[in-house]
């Protein structure tokens, strides 16, 4: 079985490694980079709603903090590159570790709406502290990143590095849902109190997950302005963080590739739409991949409630996890 | 376990096969009968949508009229349309899509946001970019925005005029009210720089939010340091509620505003209230009115005729932006054929080319190429725009 497991890791890093020997468009690369962007994100978010059963509607204000840190930090502190991603992720995790505790001392809906309430706050902050952030106008200037003499300026070189922290990103979240920690997680998402009986410190659990799940939006956000080189407000509104809670959802939490496959499908859909919609129907407006999103996450919820790569019998924890899914989706 | 990974496996290139297949190959061809491919990004959806959609209908009358036209030297154009949702991760994604298809120049996009944030890429790939924003930050510096142009008139012309008929009037000290926004923001700082130039003297400066729903302690305040005019950077429905105010409190002094309140919006929301305001405009508002001397009337009034044929309504000052550009790109391809660098050149040597918001004279030091004759001071007389000598 190991051998087996590790033969499919091998073959998996070897399609990563060769996607750009094959695609030369540099529009299907910056695809593949958002994706992997946004998954991430969502590998955060998946562990937060997964395992510890936590929903979060706020991480797209994580990703704007990691990308303002990194942009503002590099442009105006003209710190390396290289080090502004490495720190970029620490402000978003220390303003989790900040309002986690009163926040997540709220269940369900009234956790969902405080996280809501943070995500709007932290937008309005970004558009109005125009000393510091640009607002409206964004920050420009911002450099590539360069490791030495080495300048990351293609798309395919920026591909690597994106995939290459998503793998990283993975493996560390592997490692972390089969410890003890993993197990403990997965414990309180079944239930809390039966989690709290047997010894478990609960609230420091789900606060060490949020504080990770926004390190990782952090660290995306970090990446995200290094490749525009510009950053302003609108990435990281409202609509960006429900998008991720789709992605997470869509693709099966509790799974290790589920993030992944939400961010392809979501993505891949939106582009998608971007040009099939017109073609079919050129007098639509533009609102209409609401629409498309809606009858997928329906769709979803009623054919695989439990996410796409999720196992198919709802077993154990998993069943739990359709049962609070629907309440708070 | 394995059956899973497969499955992802499986996703994941046809992902890509789905991707490629639209993807590259189709760029190059000089056929004769090969259009001319045009790429444009507007914030159709999304905040900025009220730009982006007069935008959209501008560039798709004006493509369809050049191209039953015969296009370009017989060539027909292709205007490829996308849509960024106003958000600036799907406007890079979008301009990376157009260039992929070889377009030989893209127009966006339409608010200031999304146009920077596609400004590295058309740098990086060599494609001439002609924004429709306001911000100056998008041409400038020029040195490293070469491949980038602008249609609007930046915000610190507007100031100059404001300055300008200020001092032409004797009022040397005037108040100052801003709303609290990226707009009103830009404006205090510009008309901060512009004042002094024409010696005029800023002696109150106040601050109001966009959601306020009254200012009378704002002008109040203004009042006590007896200003001789009073100048207001905001648009509807604020600007709107302090022309009111403004009138309720009889401050009996003239009250300037900006090319903000320059919709239909701004006349009917404050009514009686309006006549007597003064404001710097795009020309396309009091077209009827301007001397027939003036270079741009004609083009104007043809455009105004134009759209409400098309859309039963008059145009607005962003389908006029688009109206620019899509004309200095169709004039550029004229000159250099198929070729962006050839294209970029000659847009940066582009001089006297009339159009909707002024009379283009780009330059390799000035990417915007407007001048402060492409706005008059216009006045409200009767719920009705006037323009004012």
Redesign the interface.
Known sequence: MAS??SR?WI??IL?VVC?PL???????L??LI?IGLYAIIVQGLGLLMGYAGQVSFGQAAFYGLGAYTAAILATKCDWPPVLCVLVAPFLPALVALIIGRPILRLREHYLVLATLGFGILAFAAF?ES?ALTG????L?GIPYLSIGPLVL???RSYYYVVWGVLGLVILAVANLTGSPIGRAFKAIHASEQAAQSAGIDTALLKLQAFVFSAFLAGLAGGL?AFW???V????FGFTASIEFVLMAVVGGLG?L?GP??GS??IV?L???L??GVPILLPKV???FEIVFFGIIFVLIMLLRPQGI?APGRPSGMSGVAVKEEKCSG | ??R??L???L???L??V???G???GSTDGEKAAEPYKIGAIVD????A?SLGEPERDTLRMLADELNARGGIDGRPVDLII??N??????A???A??L??QGVLAIIGCSA???S??I??TVQ??NVPQISMAA?A?IVEPVTDRQWVFKTAQSDIMVANKIAAYLAANGMKNVAFLSMN??FG??GRVNFEKAAPIHGVNIIAKEKFEATDKDMTSQLTKVRTTKPEAVVVWAIPPSAAIITKNFKDLGLGVPLIQTHGIGNQAFLDLSGDAANGVVAPMGKLVVAEQLPDSDPQKALLLEYITAFEKSYGTRPSTFGGHAHDAFNLVVHAITEAGADRAAIRDVLEHTTGLVGISGVFNLSPQDHNGLGEDSMVVIQIKDGKWQLLE
């Open positions: 087996a497991k499919y073959a998996l399609v996607v094959f695609v030369k468009s540099n529009y299907v910056s695809i958002v558009n125009i607002g409206p106008s964004g420009t300026d293609n798309d995200y525009v080189t510009f302003g407000p609108s990435p799974t590739w992944v496959l392809a499908i891949g939106a582009e998608f971007r040009w407006g533009g609102e790569l | 376990m394995n899973r990974i499955c992802l496996l996703c994941m290139s992902l890509l789905a991707g490629c639209q993807g590259p159709i959806s999304g905040p949508a996308l849509d949702k106003s958000l600036e991760t799907e890079v994604l979008a990376k899509r260039i992929d200031s946001g999304t920077l944030a400004v590295d990086k790939a911000s930050l926004n990226a923001d830009s």
